[in-house]
């Protein structure tokens, strides 16, 4: 019967009832629409147009106490909330306030799954995406996962889910972030993620380690973080068994050491810690594991300032993860590697020099200037490490006697200005000619 209706332009006679007061011509109006224009995009933008969004608004605001009007208003948003002209006209209503309010009053899964599924496709929206915090959608999400939280229904399950999934698509912004982390949201994640770890729910795991992960990337909310004992309850969580999850609660430490002495000072004094890192960096059997167990040990060992840090890493046998890392195929990885490495150099040169000359750092690095395919940035750092070097006199001999000298003369006349630069520097100190 859809297409008959369409084709008698019955829609654009409807529209107009949606202004009625009376609530059963309301109903009867609304659901008609809905079903002529479900899984028609054409006539949804078109209802767009004509203005339906705003009566759609006063409905959920007029008729709140109206159980099947507030349902026919929220499924016709549910319809029409992927379109960007929808979400345009949202953003110029009460809409947030609204949602939040039927948020908090849902009983049934059902209603939760529809209010959930309209604030998803809202946060793509900026303007939508700031309303929605500031109407309070951060504080709701926060008493839904303490409500849910001891709960192991599938139906709930699937709102924790779809709760964690929210908070990554709503975060925007550092105040943002340290709102969330100031509602306590961390600790619900962290508690649901003890809770699923061991029973094993993937979805909800890897949804929670997400909304973590995006959570420890504002320098404000880190520090807020490293306050209240993330750290430590996530290298708790690192007991899993799970690569998947591994990797994610890897990558949320190596955010939080980002940039934060503080933290990467805690983590790399932590021998349980550093000992599993190091098995974690031989792993052969999950790649992408053994990638954010190297990057996290050059994450710690480049943000940290301390001789400790430096002998607790040496101790874990992690230098010649490092040291590897250094002639990894990503230029990226490379680097995080030297920089880390150089940091650790002018820390305290003397208790890494015998893993150095161990595991031929020095010959690694020529490798890296000679070859043609290295990129400039790497060459860069690669000098700016042996320059450190050459305050050891073991070093400094083992440069002279693998003629690295002649390979930074060559260097003097490279396209890229930076290397050009960083080659006539190393020379410079290798000659003796300023101090090192």
């Not at 930076?418 to 300023?434: E, M, S, Y």
Request: charged residues 25%; negative net charge.
């Amino acid at each position: 019967m859809k297409k008959p209706c369409i084709e008698a332009d019955l829609v654009p006679v409807l529209i107009p009832l949606l202004e009625s007061r009376d609530q059963e011509m309301l109903l009867h109006t609304g659901r008609a629409i809905g079903r002529i224009c479900y899984d028609n995009r054409d006539l949804q933008e078109e209802l767009v147009k004509v203005g339906v969004i705003p009566s759609l608004a006063r409905i959920l605001t007029d008729y709140e106490e109206s159980e099947p009007l507030v349902h026919v208003a929220l499924l016709a948003l549910y319809n029409l909330a992927d379109l960007d002209t929808a979400k345009e006209a949202l953003s110029k209503t009460n809409v947030a306030e609204q949602l939040v309010k039927h948020l908090r009053r849902a009983v049934n899964h059902e209603r939760l799954e529809i209010v959930f599924e309209v604030l998803q496709a809202l946060a793509e929206n900026d303007a939508l995406k700031v309303q929605l915090v500031e109407a309070g959608v951060p504080e709701v999400l926060s008493e839904i996962l303490l409500r849910l939280q001891g709960s192991s229904q599938a139906e709930d399950t699937c709102i924790v889910k779809a709760a964690s999934d929210l908070i990554v698509s709503l975060l925007l912004g550092d105040g943002n972030c340290l709102r969330m982390v100031q509602l306590g949201v961390i600790h619900q994640l962290l508690d649901l993620l003890e809770k699923h770890v061991q029973s094993g729910d993937t979805s909800v795991q890897h949804a929670a380690l997400s909304a973590l992960q995006n959570l420890a990337i504002p320098v404000v909310s880190k520090v807020q973080m490293l306050e209240e004992g993330v750290a430590e309850r996530i290298e708790a969580l690192l007991r899993s068994e799970s690569p998947p999850v591994q990797f994610k609660l890897l990558g949320t430490l190596r955010m939080l050491a980002d940039g934060q002495a503080d933290a990467a000072e805690i983590l790399g004094q932590d021998p349980t810690l550093l000992n599993r890192l190091v098995q974690w960096c031989d792993m052969n059997d999950h790649t992408g594991v053994r990638g954010e167990a190297n990057r996290l040990l050059a994450s710690i060992l480049h943000h940290n300032r301390s001789q400790e840090v430096v002998k607790a890493i040496q101790e874990a046998q992690g230098v010649k993860h490092l040291v590897s890392m250094t002639t990894s195929e990503h230029a990226a990885t490379q680097n995080e590697a030297l920089n880390a490495l150089a940091v650790a150099s002018a820390i305290d040169l003397e208790t890494l020099e015998e893993s150095f000359k161990e595991s031929q750092l020095v010959q690694s690095l020529h490798k890296l200037l000679q070859d043609d395919n290295t990129s400039p940035e790497v060459k860069y750092n690669s000098m700016g490490l042996l320059c450190r070097f050459l305050n050891s006199g073991d070093l400094r001999q083992e440069i002279e006697e693998d003629k690295v000298k002649e390979t930074l003369e060559q260097l003097c006349s490279h396209s890229n200005a930076n290397v050009v630069k960083a080659a006539a520097t190393t020379l410079q100190v290798l000659r003796g000619d300023t101090p090192q």
